[in-house]
C-alpha cells in the first residue's frame, strides 16, 4: 500500500520573545495513521498542535498538507482543509442541547430564511451520534451528559465537518475505563475510515496500545520518532525526561504504628456515599481507588468537614468531630490537599509565601499579628524542602509556576501546619512525569515521619506504587480492601467493576 | 532602543501603586496654569476639607471591594447616622415641623434631644458611640444576609440602601435637625489646638487602622484571600462567613464615622445628607486602584483616589463648569479608572507570563 502523506512539518521552529518552545521540528503525518505525541508538560505539544491549527503563526519552517504548502493564519483555515482539534478542556455550553453545540460554528437555517432548520440539523446530528456510538436523543443538555458522552459529542461534533486529520490532546483524563475503550473503538474506526490522527497523552500505556508511530518531544525539539513496536515505556519516558526513571516510585520503608488516626463509621450521605467504614493507622498510606463518579473526592470533602453528611461518625485522634467544620479540623491536625489546585488549593494571584503560609497564619502570628520574618523563612523553608522552583517567594505569584511546582506549593502550604493525617486527592493530576515523581518522594517521607496518608486517586500505578492498603470505592459504597500482597491491577478492576459486572 | 526603554517607563509608571498620586499632581499642575486660581490658599483649603470626610467612607469601601463584594448602603449609612445625631443632640424641635414623626414626643421632644439634658461632653460622646454602633450594626446586618444566606451583595446593600435611606426620612419627617452641641460640630470642622483640622486628625487615624489591618495582622490576610478565591480559602479553614460580617461591619463603622464629620460640618442631622455620595465613594475608591474584582488593594490608595477626585472635583468647581457636566466628567473619569484597573491587570498578568 502506497502511503499518502496527509500533513508534514518541516524544520518547523517558533519562539516567544526570543525563548524557542519548538526548534526546528519535523513530522510527517500519513493517511490512516494513529501519531502518538507525548512530551512533559511545557515540552511544546501545546505549541506544535497551535501552529497546526493556525493559533500561532511558526517563526520559522513550513508545513504542508496533502503535499500542497499549508499556511494556516486563523484557526478556521485549519478547520477549512480539514483538520480538526479536540481539546483537552472540552469546549461544550453545557446550557445548550446537543444540536445547538454540534452546529454552533454554523446554524442550518430553511432556505431563504433566517430560522435556523432544527428538523435538518437533528438529523444530522443523529446520524453523527450514531456514528460515535451514542445513543441520546439530540435534544438532550449537554449538562445532562456524562464526560464521557460529553467528549464522544466533540468527536461528533468534529467529524461533521469531515475532517482529514483529528487532533486529541489528553482525551482520556476525565473519562471511566469503559468509556476509555468506547473512546478507543472509535478511534480505531475513524483510523479505518481513512483518518489520520494525532493523539497526545501522559498515559503511555494508551499510547502504546493505540498508535502507529510515537514522537517523543523534550524542551522543544523531537527526541525519537519511530514505530510505536520499537518503544517500551522505559524508552518513552526516558526520551522524554531524558534520563531513565528506573524507580518512579520511591522505595518503601513503612513505619506503620498501630495507633488508629483516623475511624469512620457507617458514614453516609444519601445520594454521595453509603456506610463508609474505614481505619488508617499512623505512618499510614491508604489509598481510596474508584472511578469517575465513584464518590471518591465527595468523601474527601465530608471527611474534610466541607460538605454536610447525613449519619455516621469520624473519629480523629479519639475524639468525635463535627459535622462540617474544616477549622475544627486543621486545629486537629488535619490537611486536605484538593483534586483541583487551581480552583480550591491556591490563591494564584498572591506569591509564593503568602500560600504556603496561610494555612499556618495561626502559628505565623502573635495576638493577631503576622510575624513577617517568621512567615518569610517557613516559606523559604518549604520552597527548599519541596524543590519548589521559583524565584524569591514573597514576589514570585504561584499562576506564574508549573502545574508540578503549584502542586508543590499546595503540598507545602499543609505540610508547613505539620498535619497528622494528610488527604491527598489526585496529587499528580496534569503533572509531568519527574515532578510525579517527586510529590511521591514527598508523601512517603511525610508517611516514614508517622504521618498519616490517605491517597485518594483515579490512577491506579500511583496507588499500587505507593499504598500499603486501597479501599475500592464504587457507587459511594466500598466494594473491596486490598492488602499489601494482594494489590495488583487486575484485583483493583474487579472490585472497581464488581456492580457492574454483576448486573 | 530609546523608544523601547520610554514605553517600559510607561509601563511602569503605569502599574505603579503610585500612579494616581502622580496623576494627581500632573492633573493640578496643569489646571493650575490653566487657571493659577487653583493654587490660591482658599482652593487648596477647600480641596483638604473636603477629603477626609469621603476618605472615612472610601475606606470602608476599600474592605468591602476587597473581599470582591459591593457596599451600596453606605450613603444611607451616613444619612441614617446623621438622623440619629440630630435625634439624640438636635436643640429645640418645633411641633409644627416634627410633629408628625413617629418618635414625636417621646424621642423627639419640643424641649431636644434625647441627650440634650446631659452635660455636654458626655452627651456628645454616648452620641457618638450610638452612632458609631448604628453603622457598624448595618454593615452587620448586610454581612450576615450576605454571608449566611449566599446574597448577592450588590442586591443585598441596594435594598438595604433603600430601606435606610427611607427610615432615615421617615424617621425626623425629613426635616434637619439643628442646634446640635457645639463640641459635636467641632469633630467636623473645628482645629484642635487652633491649627490640626479634626476631620483630618480622626481620618488619619483611621486610615492607620486600617492599613494596618490590612497590612500586618491575620484578619487582613483572610480578607485578601477571600476576596482573590472563596472556595481555597475556605479548604484553608479561614472562617469565611466571619470575615465577610466583620468586613461589611468596617464598612458601616467608616461610613458612620464619615457621618459624624459631615453631620458636625454642617452642624445639623440631615435625613438627605449622604444623597448623591455613592458616585463619590465608589469612584474616588476604583480611581485609588482598588479592583473591583476583590483580592488588590491597600488602604492607602483610598487616600491617592479620594485626593485625585478632590482635586478634580475642586477645579470643576473653580471652572463654573454646569453641574450636569460636572457630573458626566465625573462619570467618563470613573469610567477611565475602571478600563486602567483592566489594562493594569492584563499588563501585570502579560509580564508574570
Known amino acids: ?503 | 532602543m530609546k523608544a523601547n526603554s520610554s514605553k517600559q517607563i510607561f509601563v511602569k509608571l503605569l502599574t505603579s501603586e503610585f500612579f494616581i498620586l502622580i496623576m494627581s499632581a500632573v492633573y493640578y499642575v496643569v489646571i493650575g496654569i490653566i487657571s493659577p486660581r487653583m493654587f490660591s490658599g482658599n482652593m487648596i483649603n477647600n480641596i483638604f476639607q473636603n477629603m477626609w470626610p469621603l476618605l472615612a467612607g472610601c475606606l470602608g469601601q476599600t474592605f468591602v471591594l476587597l473581599l470582591g463584594g459591593i457596599d451600596l448602603s453606605q450613603t444611607s449609612v451616613i444619612s441614617l447616622c446623621s438622623v440619629v445625631s440630630g435625634i439624640l443632640l438636635g436643640g429645640k424641635f418645633q411641633e409644627l415641623k416634627f410633629g408628625t414623626s413617629p418618635l414625636w414626643g417621646n424621642l423627639i421632644k419640643e424641649s431636644g434631644g434625647v441627650f440634650s439634658g446631659l452635660p455636654e461632653i458626655t452627651g456628645t460622646v454616648l452620641a457618638i458611640v450610638v452612632v458609631l454602633l448604628v453603622g457598624t450594626l448595618i454593615g452587620c446586618i448586610n454581612g450576615l444576609f450576605i454571608a449566611k444566606l449566599n446574597m448577592p451583595p450588590f442586591m443585598t446593600t441596594l435594598i438595604s440602601q433603600m430601606l435606610w435611606a427611607a427610615i432615615a426620612l421617615w424617621l425626623v419627617s425629613s426635616q434637619n435637625c439643628t442646634g446640635l452641641n457645639p463640641s459635636f460640630n467641632f469633630l467636623g470642622k473645628g482645629k484642635l489646638g487652633g491649627f490640626i483640622y479634626m476631620p483630618f486628625l480622626i481620618v488619619i487615624i483611621l486610615l492607620i487602622i486600617c492599613e494596618m489591618l490590612l497590612s500586618k495582622t491575620v484578619f487582613g490576610k483572610w480578607i485578601y484571600c477571600v476576596g482573590s478565591n472563596s472556595r481555597a480559602a475556605v479548604v484553608s479553614g479561614i472562617p469565611k462567613n466571619l470575615v465577610i460580617v466583620c468586613v461589611y461591619s468596617i464598612s458601616g463603622f467608616c461610613a458612620a464615622v464619615a457621618s459624624v464629620l459631615y453631620t458636625g460640618r454642617q452642624m445639623m442631622g440631615r435625613p438627605t445628607i449622604g444623597d448623591g455620595m455613592l458616585n463619590d465613594i465608589l469612584g474616588a475608591t476604583v480611581i485609588g486602584g482598588v479592583s473591583m474584582y476583590g483580592g488588590k488593594g491597600k488602604a492607602v490608595w483610598a487616600l491617592y483616589g479620594v485626593l485625585f477626585y478632590c482635586i478634580m472635583t475642586t477645579s470643576m468647581n473653580m471652572l463654573h463648569l454646569n453641574s450636569f457636566l460636572t457630573q458626566a466628567v465625573k462619570g467618563c473619569i470613573i469610567l477611565l479608572a475602571v478600563s486602567l484597573d483592566v489594562v493594569r491587570t492584563s499588563i501585570q498578568q502579560r509580564m508574570t507570563k
Open chain 1, 1 to 503: 500500500m502506497a502511503e499518502e502523506q496527509v500533513l508534514r512539518l518541516e524544520h518547523v521552529s517558533k519562539d516567544f520573545f526570543g525563548i524557542y518552545a519548538i526548534t526546528d521540528v519535523s513530522l510527517e503525518l500519513n493517511k490512516g495513521e494513529i501519531l502518538g505525541l507525548i512530551g512533559e508538560n511545557g515540552a511544546g505539544k501545546s505549541t506544535m498542535m497551535n501552529i497546526v491549527c493556525g493559533v500561532l503563526p511558526p517563526t520559522s519552517g513550513s508545513l504542508f498538507f496533502e503535499g500542497k504548502p499549508y499556511e494556516p493564519k486563523k484557526p478556521s483555515d485549519a478547520e477549512a482543509v480539514g483538520i480538526s482539534f479536540i481539546h483537552q478542556e472540552l469546549n461544550l455550553f453545557n446550557n445548550l442541547n446537543v444540536i445547538d453545540n454540534m452546529f454552533i460554528n454554523g446554524f442550518r437555517h430553511i432556505k431563504g430564511l433566517p430560522l435556523n432548520n432544527n428538523k435538518e440539523m437533528a438529523e444530522i446530528a443523529k446520524s453523527a451520534l450514531a456514528q460515535v456510538g451514542l445513543d441520546i436523543s439530540p435534544y438532550t443538555k449537554v449538562e445532562k451528559l456524562s464526560m464521557g458522552e460529553r467528549q464522544l459529542i466533540e468527536i461528533a461534533k468534529s467529524i461533521l465537518g469531515d475532517p482529514k486529520v483529528i487532533i486529541f490532546d489528553e482525551p482520556t483524563t476525565s473519562l471511566t475505563n469503559k468509556e476509555t475503550e468506547k473512546l478507543f473503538a472509535i478511534i480505531e474506526k475513524l483510523k479505518a475510515e481513512g483518518k489520520s490522527i494525532i493523539y497526545i497523552s501522559h498515559i503511555l500505556e494508551d499510547v502504546q496500545r493505540l498508535t502507529d508511530k510515537i514522537a517523543v518531544l523534550r524542551d522543544g525539539v523531537i527526541t525519537a520518532t519511530g514505530k510505536t513496536e520499537e518503544f517500551t515505556i522505559d524508552r518513552m519516558i526516558s526520551n522524554m525526561v531524558g534520563r531513565s526513571i528506573t524507580q518512579m516510585y520511591p522505595p518503601r520503608i513503612e513505619n506503620i504504628s498501630d495507633e488508629i488516626l483516623l475511624s469512620v463509621k457507617n458514614l453516609s450521605q444519601p445520594g454521595v456515599v453509603k456506610d463508609i467504614n474505614l481505619e488508617l493507622r499512623k505512618g499510614e498510606i491508604l489509598g481510596i481507588y474508584g472511578l469517575m463518579g465513584a464518590g471518591r473526592s465527595e468523601l474527601a470533602n465530608i471527611l474534610f468537614g466541607l460538605d454536610e453528611y447525613e449519619s455516621g461518625q469520624i473519629i480523629f485522634k479519639g475524639k468525635v468531630l463535627e459535622k462540617k467544620n474544616p477549622i475544627e479540623r486543621i486545629k486537629a491536625g488535619m490537611g486536605y490537599v484538593t483534586e483541583n489546585r487551581k480552583e480550591e488549593g491556591l490563591f494564584l494571584e498572591f506569591p509564593v509565601a503568602e500560600n504556603i503560609n496561610i494555612t499556618s497564619l495561626r502559628s505565623l502570628s502573635k495576638k493577631g499579628i503576622v510575624n513577617k520574618k517568621e512567615a518569610l523563612k517557613n516559606a523559604q523553608d518549604s520552597k527548599k524542602m519541596f524543590g519548589i522552583k521559583c524565584e524569591a517567594v514573597n514576589k514570585h505569584l504561584v499562576k506564574g509556576l508549573s502545574g508540578g511546582n503549584q502542586q508543590k506549593v499546595v503540598i507545602a502550604k499543609w505540610v508547613s501546619t505539620r498535619p497528622e493525617l494528610l488527604i491527598v486527592d489526585e496529587p499528580t493530576r496534569g503533572i509531568d512525569v519527574g515532578a510525579k515523581s517527586e510529590v511521591y518522594n514527598i508523601l512517603n517521607e511525610l508517611a516514614r515521619a508517622g504521618t498519616g496518608i490517605l491517597m485518594v486517586s483515579s490512577e491506579m500505578e500511583e496507588l499500587i506504587g505507593n499504598c500499603s492498603r486501597i479501599i475500592v470505592m464504587n457507587k459511594g459504597m466500598i466494594t473491596g480492601e486490598l492488602n499489601n500482597q494482594e494489590i495488583c491491577t487486575e484485583s483493583l478492576l474487579h472490585a472497581a467493576f464488581i456492580d457492574t459486572a454483576g448486573m
